[in-house]
């Protein structure tokens, strides 16, 4: 097995080895476009922050497993990592220099030290092409083994367990099996010698079968080729198999960071144990508490406030980042569970669906009402009958006028990714952060007619 390398603490407390890859406060924006006359001129109706000020170190020869849900990020800092999205601000250093705004004429000869292996096997290989040629094209574009091309491609195949090559190298990839062709993306990637790959979920779409021999066959190569991998996957399993240390990533943010075993054995972050709650128990007469996060992820194009996490955290507390339209999810919450006809009057007292709040700043806003006051003692209702829902800590008061129900929060506090005592891991998370630095805890929460 693929001997770890030693491990530093870095000035942000990730781990910090000889660093072949350092990513410090990389964002990557892509702009929304409303309709086809507004792509046409360039306007935009906002931005999506699909990566988020990631601070990120990557030792030669390590393991580091990026772990998200669909939508987090993951394949975004993948891609941007060599070039193939353009970072919005930031810093990627590849061995001392510098990627981010590299002109394509001086980053296209690093790209054969940085390779990616993509999801889809089937995607990653032209059709029209042999898998001998598709590889050899590669070698051509990088101007490789000109006098002997055939003969790397044929080595390059073996390497990856597709032998003897003279079986492999004229076929094409309709003649392949999903797991061969991985194995043939894994040697187009290697035969260009690469020190880093971006493995983007390498093994979700093979067979169970398969996906144990392929991360085999990664750690050979790690092993025999010193090469050092960026793992992305939602696959908590494989990670903790393959990794030497794991990444969590929320909202295009990284939330957690440390050592494989830390990560597993002591979670910190409420999204982290979520994560791990949510993996299956292979004994199907053990029954285990999920306890899996209310809600569904939130719109990167308008992401929370402070902590993108604390409207789905069951231990989120004032300083997390509450606004006035998380009440819409306790109202929507209530609604689940009155009969059809409470909810008809009740959803009647929110004037505008589309529009439930107008924040005034951070920490006040009017939620839209035609009858104010009901919809005020409906607020009071919800907050008598579940008191330790944890909105109601970042709650002042509420307050009954002519414009519907106004909203006094507490201040919100974006949390920082910081090391924690006495470990090898750092958290983003208000948890672990010194109660010194974060605002007072807010009064008891008041409700009151205006």
Known sequence: ??????????????EKTDALIEIEDLHVQFALRTNAFSRLIGGSAGTVNAVDGVNLRLGRGEVVGL???????????????LGLVHPTSG?????????????????????????????D?????????????G???????HGLHPEDRREAVGAALERVGLAPASRFIDKYPSELSGGQKQRAVIARAIALGPELLVADEP????????????????????????????????????????CDRVAIMYLGKIVEIGSTAEIFDNPRHPYTKALLRAVPDPDPS??????????????????????????????????????????RMILEQRWTSVPAEQYESESRLVR?????????????????????????????????????????TGVHDLTADSAGVRVRLAEPVAPQLRPVPDSDASVSCHLFHDPAELPAEPDAVVLKKG
Request: glycine share 8%; hydrophobic share 35%; charged share 25%.
């Open 1 to 14: 097995m693929p001997t770890k390398p030693d491990v530093l603490v870095g000035e942000r407390g990730d």
């Open 67 to 81: 772990v998200g849900e669909s939508g987090s990020g993951k394949s975004t800092l993948g891609r941007a990592l």
């Open 91 to 119: 810093s990627i250093r590849y061995d001392g220099r510098e990627l981010v705004g590299l002109p394509e004429s001086r980053l296209r000869p690093l790209r054969r030290r940085l390779q990616m292996v993509f999801q």
């Open 121 to 133: 096997p089937h995607a990653s290989m032209n059709p029209s092409m042999t898998v001998g040629g």
């Open 135 to 141: 590889i050899s094209d590669a070698l051509r574009i």
């Open 203 to 242: 093994i979700s779409m093979l067979d169970m079968s398969v996906r144990a021999k392929i991360l085999g066959l990664m750690s050979e190569l790690r092993r025999d080729l010193g090469l050092t991998y960026l793992y992305i996957t939602h696959d908590l399993a494989s990670a903790r198999f393959f």
């Open 286 to 327: 053990r029954s285990v508490p999920r306890e899996l996060p209310r809600g569904e992820i939130p719109d990167a194009a308008a992401a929370p406030l402070g902590c993108a996490f604390h409207p789905r955290c069951p231990q989120a507390f004032a300083p997390c980042g509450w606004e006035a339209r998380d009440l």
């Open 352 to 392: 505008d669906g589309t529009r439930f709040a107008s924040p005034d700043s951070a920490t006040s806003a009017v939620v839209h009402s035609s009858t104010p006051p009901e919809l005020l003692e409906v607020l009071t209702s919800e907050r008598t009958a579940h008191p330790d829902d944890p909105l109601w």
